[in-house]
Nanobody, 124 residues
Framework: QVQLVESGGGLVQTGGSLRLSCAAS????????MGWFRQAPGKEREFVAF????????YYADFVKGRFTISRDNAKNTVYLQMNTLEPEDTAVYYC?????????????????WGQGTQVTVSS
């Protein structure tokens, strides 16, 4: 079992930065692949970023365009999402999730544990 708690969201102006954190509990965290997703009002939840259990492999949605960086610290049971050059289109609730052993990383169905989400609002 893995429990996930996100933090670090807030209100920021266009061009600003935020660092999201996802604290995990559970002994299996260090062996879990992890992902970040986001959901804007009226839209489906969409993939943002993915990191392998060791942190050696990362993948991003095309819209990230090099602005976001996913990382993890297994000693602290925490995954991070550094977001720079934020745009109003990035406004959404951001969720971290723990991936199942198999599955396509961009699909929500490939993840079996989710946090409660943290709101990110980017003003223009």
């Amino acid at each position: 079992q893995v429990q996930l708690v996100e933090s670090g969201g807030g209100l920021v102006q266009t061009g600003g930065s935020l660092r999201l954190s996802c604290a995990a509990s559970g002994r299996s965290f260090s062996t879990r692949r992890m992902g970040w997703f986001r959901q804007a009002p009226g839209k489906e939840r969409e993939f943002v970023a993915f990191i392998s259990w060791s942190g050696s492999s990362t993948y991003y949605a095309d819209f990230v365009k090099g602005r976001f960086t996913i990382s993890r610290d297994n000693a602290k049971n925490t995954v991070y999402l550094q977001m720079n050059t934020l745009e109003p289109e990035d406004t959404a609730v951001y969720y971290c999730a723990a991936a199942k052993d198999v599955g396509f990383m961009r699909l929500t169905t490939s993840y079996d544990y989710w946090g409660q989400g943290t709101q990110v609002t980017v003003s223009s």
